[in-house]
């Protein structure tokens, strides 16, 4: 089963608005990472929060981390066309080492 | 730097028979993991080598291998191909393994249909 959950599973907005999808997750964790998949490539790393972190930023990304809840939210800012991809929540699945992906949010940018 | 290399690109291949995928790490990176995705089950770990051994195993049958060079570079083997197997198959790699603090670098993957 899929350690992280993404929700919503589809998203679709205007260019220029806010794109905030969520990720669950089940068992503890030291860092969660986010990664963009464009259609049919491979994944590219965005942005590590680690489990003592609340908050993070990167350019248009910002990434929050609530351990109580166990949930993540990546909000884009400003969104582009090119912010078109599927997004995908990982964690170390309670340190087993490995990185374990939720299902993925799939984000359309309409121009 | 060259990134991650996959080959090949597209596959197809029948029921029965045998694949052998092939990744060629970022230069300098030792580890290499293997993933599978598929729309259903979205993506699975398959298994990760480092040092031309392999530390961690995904839940997936025998049927599923995979090997590491000295140079890094790392090929995996699906043997009797069934239906279930058409997927996009993954590689990433990262400087050392298993610490999961270190980010990914993943390939464009091979995308395999069983006919």
């Known amino acids: 089963s899929q350690q992280g959950e993404e929700d919503p599973q589809a998203l679709s907005i205007q260019e220029g608005e806010n794109a905030t999808m969520n990720c669950s997750y089940k068992t503890s964790i030291n860092n969660l990472q986010w990664y963009r998949q464009n259609s049919g490539r491979g994944l590219v790393h965005l942005i590590l929060?680690?489990?003592?972190?609340r908050e993070k930023h990167s350019g248009r990304l910002r990434v929050t981390l609530d351990t109580s809840k166990k949930s993540s939210s990546l909000l884009i800012t400003a969104s582009r066309a090119a912010d078109t991809a599927s997004y995908f929540c990982?964690?170390?699945?309670?340190?087993?080492?490995?990185?374990?992906f939720g299902q993925g949010t799939r984000l359309t940018i309409n121009p | 730097k060259a990134g991650v290399t996959q080959t090949p690109r597209y596959l197809i291949k029948t029921r029965g028979q045998q694949v052998t995928l092939s990744c060629s790490p970022i230069?300098?990176?030792?580890?290499v993991s293997w993933y599978q995705q598929t729309p259903g089950q979205g993506l699975q770990f398959l298994f990760e080598y480092f040092s031309e051994t392999q530390r961690n195993k995904g839940n997936f049958p025998g049927r599923f291998s995979g090997r590491q060079f000295s140079n890094s570079r790392s090929e995996m083997n699906v043997s009797t191909l069934e239906l279930g197997d058409s997927a996009l198959y993954l590689c990433?790699?990262?400087?050392?393994?298993?610490?999961?603090?270190?980010?990914?670098?993943f390939g464009s993957g091979t995308q395999l249909s069983v006919l």
């Open positions: 990982a964690t170390d699945s309670g340190g087993a080492q490995k990185l374990v």
């Open positions: 990433a790699s990262s400087l050392v393994p298993g610490l999961t603090n270190e980010k990914l670098f």
């Open positions: 230069s300098g990176h030792r580890s």
């Open positions: 929060i680690r489990s003592n972190e």
